[in-house]
């Protein structure tokens, strides 16, 4: 592939993003089918994030994606969002609509099929505990129980955040709790829950040994632990879990999953599943 005058960007914008696979990912993707398209990544200062979606405006850029802390910051700069973001309050994919740049979110549904993959049954799981309130766990969160799931508890470092996404899946029509950041918070949810989804990014690349703080004594075989960090694989919160005889996923199935929905939203035509999964493998190898 050629990188030439009718060569189509696309762009991720995140702080930070040094650690992102998405480049790796969708650039195989556009090379397996042959698209004239490049898709790289952009740190930007949280006050400069305006400016740069004016500039993405300005230069025709495609589409992309918004990561980690950008994904409800960016709604006001947008043209429009879709419904999906609209529910959810969080944009993780941008595209073009008429000539104007909007959002939508992928993370939700690409986090339920990846549940799927690992044959958990949403419909039938009395509920989970989500740790995070941010950009990701709204999404998460709202999937869940738009998947099904009857009972959230929210714990979260801001109680702020955390009451509003709980309010939010109430008006979904689900249950939900929040409860604040503490030992005992934690260890109650996890003898009412059996499935823990770590939405924060505590435990990420560089700070690889700041993982959330929880007592593996309170870790059973029948938890299924969830981190949707990718890098690194495996973080040392499901290293642990997994120790303990927990069933464990990483991030990198959500990373493939909504990757595929918004592929398939930017070309509406196959998606080259198999060489995005090669090439995420290849990074880890
Ligand atoms: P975000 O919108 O900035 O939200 C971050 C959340 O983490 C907030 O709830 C925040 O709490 C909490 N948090 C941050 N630092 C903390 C700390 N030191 N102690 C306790 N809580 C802390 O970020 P996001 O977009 O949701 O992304 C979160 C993580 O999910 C990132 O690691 C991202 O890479 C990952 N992710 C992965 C995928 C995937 O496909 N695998 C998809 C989406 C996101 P406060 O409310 O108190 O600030």
């Known amino acids: 592939m050629e990188i030439n005058g009718e ?5 991720i914008l995140g702080n930070p993003i040094a650690h992102t696979l998405s480049p790796a990912m969708y650039n195989t993707a556009f090379r397996s089918l042959n698209l004239n398209c490049i898709y790289t990544a952009c740190q930007i200062e949280p006050e400069n994030l305006g400016e740069a979606v004016n500039g993405l405006k300005a230069l025709g850029i495609q589409g992309g994606n918004v990561t980690i802390p950008f994904k409800e910051k960016i709604i006001p700069f947008l043209d429009g969002v879709s419904q999906e973001s609209q529910l959810i309050g969080a944009v993780n994919t941008l595209y073009r609509k008429n000539g104007e740049l909007w959002g939508t979110n992928t993370d939700g549904i690409g986090f339920i099929r990846a549940l799927q993959s690992r044959n958990f049954a949403v419909q039938d799981s009395p ?5 995070g309130a941010g950009g990701a766990a709204k999404a998460v969160a709202v999937a869940l129980v738009v998947a099904g799931m009857k009972k959230l508890c929210i714990i979260n470092r801001s109680k702020e955040r955390g009451t509003v996404l709980a309010e939010k899946i109430r008006e979904l029509g689900g249950e939900a ?7 005992v918070n934690i260890k109650a949810a996890l003898q009412e829950y059996s499935l823990l989804i770590n939405t924060t990014p505590l435990g990420m690349v560089p700070h690889i040994e700041k993982g959330p703080q ?7 075989p029948q938890h299924f632990f969830v981190d949707l960090i990718y890098n690194p694989r495996e973080t040392q919160l499901l290293s642990k879990a997994k120790a303990q005889g927990c ?9 493939l999953e909504q990757g595929v929905v918004a592929f ?20 880890f190898a």
Not at 177 to 183: A, I, Q, S
Not at 214 to 220: A, L, P, S
């Open 7 to 11: 060569t189509k960007n696309y762009i």
């Open 127 to 131: 509920g989970a505990v989500i740790l």
């Open 177 to 183: 709790v929040f409860r604040e950041w503490n030992d």
């Open 214 to 220: 929880i007592d593996q004594k309170w870790f059973t």
């Open 247 to 255: 069933k464990i996923m990483g991030g990198l199935d959500m990373l």
């Open 264 to 283: 398939e939203h930017w070309f509406k035509e196959k998606v080259p599943r198999e060489a995005m999964v090669r090439e995420l493998e290849r990074w």
